[in-house]
């Protein structure tokens, strides 16, 4: 598949998804969806990518939001299916069964914070600025950052992002627990890589076990999510690849793993 707005990239193990409307601050029309869709359809089946690192071109916005012009045309109808359609890349994303690093770079405003907070660690540079500024549009977040945003940071400190539309830097999305670093921009796709190998190094199937029990569990009553939890515990003793990780421990050698 060619990609007309995004770069894709597979290099030792790590895959690259860079989001490529610099002119457009990298908004995201539905023909960016669709192309982040097969992206990471891609991605999911590539047996040799254990990690993915998602960014924006340019040193000014990873995205800067859906497309206004594209959104502007909606009826009710096509903006529910619009939603519908936008929801399940991030859906994808969530639920890759591989690692998904957020590196922003710069604008994460409306679609793009969401998207960001579709992937699992969320990595900023230290121009980065982070909004849900639908209000301002005479809208709502639709894809997915009502409910992402209140499970990332909380039900008050959504509420202020998405009832004020005030766009947050760097340092305050750290505070609040939005991103988990925050570097300087030069420096934000080697932090992104050091991440990326350091977990493309860890037992595969231990990795996409702890991203399901993690997500899963979030939508669960803590019982059941601890049953989760020891459900898949007591599968992964039965791979080889724990055989190999306590062997290797107690042999004082590196694991190789082999995902199974
Ligand atoms: N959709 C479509 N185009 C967008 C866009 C978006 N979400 N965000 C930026 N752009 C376009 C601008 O229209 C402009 O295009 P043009 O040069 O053809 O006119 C280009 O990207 C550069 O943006 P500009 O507004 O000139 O840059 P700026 O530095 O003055 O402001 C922002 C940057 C991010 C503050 C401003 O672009 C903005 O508010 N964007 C919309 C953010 C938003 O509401 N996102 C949520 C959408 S649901």
């Given at each position: 598949m060619s990609y007309q707005n995004l770069k894709f990239e597979i290099k030792n193990k790590i895959a690259y998804v860079t989001i490529n409307r610099p002119d457009k601050l990298n908004a995201l029309n539905m023909a960016t969806m669709e192309e982040l869709r097969a992206a990471f359809t891609a991605i999911r089946d590539d047996?040799?990518?254990?990690v993915a690192i998602l960014t924006g071109e340019g040193?000014?916005?990873f995205v800067a939001g859906a497309d206004i012009g594209e959104l502007s045309k909606h009826t009710t109808v096509s903006a529910k299916e619009y939603t519908h359609k936008g929801q399940a890349v991030l859906d994808l994303i969530e639920n890759l069964g591989k690692p998904v690093i957020a590196c922003i770079n710069g604008f994460a405003l409306g679609g793009g914070c969401e998207l960001a907070m579709a992937g699992d660690i969320m990595i900023a540079s230290d121009n980065a600025k982070f909004g849900q500024p639908e209000v301002n549009l005479g809208l709502i977040p639709g894809y997915g950052g009502s409910q992402r945003t209140t499970r990332l940071v909380g039900r008050g400190m959504a509420m202020y992002l998405c009832l004020t539309g005030e766009i947050v830097d760097a340092a305050e999305a750290l505070r609040i627990g939005l991103v988990q670093k925050v570097v300087p921009q030069a420096d934000l796709l080697t932090e992104a890589k050091r991440i990326a190998n350091l977990i493309a190094g860890k037992a595969p199937l231990a990795i996409a076990a702890c991203k399901r029990v993690i997500n899963d569990g979030a939508h669960l009553a803590t019982p059941d999510a601890l049953e989760l939890e020891a459900a898949a515990f007591g599968d992964l003793v039965t791979t080889s690849d724990f055989k190999e990780g306590t062997g290797a421990f107690l042999e004082k050698r590196k694991p190789e793993w082999t995902s199974t």
């Amino acid at each position: 598949m060619s990609y007309q707005n995004l770069k894709f990239e597979i290099k030792n193990k790590i895959a690259y998804v860079t989001i490529n409307r610099p002119d457009k601050l990298n908004a995201l029309n539905m023909a960016t969806m669709e192309e982040l869709r097969a992206a990471f359809t891609a991605i999911r089946d590539d047996k040799d990518v254990r990690v993915a690192i998602l960014t924006g071109e340019g040193q000014k916005a990873f995205v800067a939001g859906a497309d206004i012009g594209e959104l502007s045309k909606h009826t009710t109808v096509s903006a529910k299916e619009y939603t519908h359609k936008g929801q399940a890349v991030l859906d994808l994303i969530e639920n890759l069964g591989k690692p998904v690093i957020a590196c922003i770079n710069g604008f994460a405003l409306g679609g793009g914070c969401e998207l960001a907070m579709a992937g699992d660690i969320m990595i900023a540079s230290d121009n980065a600025k982070f909004g849900q500024p639908e209000v301002n549009l005479g809208l709502i977040p639709g894809y997915g950052g009502s409910q992402r945003t209140t499970r990332l940071v909380g039900r008050g400190m959504a509420m202020y992002l998405c009832l004020t539309g005030e766009i947050v830097d760097a340092a305050e999305a750290l505070r609040i627990g939005l991103v988990q670093k925050v570097v300087p921009q030069a420096d934000l796709l080697t932090e992104a890589k050091r991440i990326a190998n350091l977990i493309a190094g860890k037992a595969p199937l231990a990795i996409a076990a702890c991203k399901r029990v993690i997500n899963d569990g979030a939508h669960l009553a803590t019982p059941d999510a601890l049953e989760l939890e020891a459900a898949a515990f007591g599968d992964l003793v039965t791979t080889s690849d724990f055989k190999e990780g306590t062997g290797a421990f107690l042999e004082k050698r590196k694991p190789e793993w082999t995902s199974t």
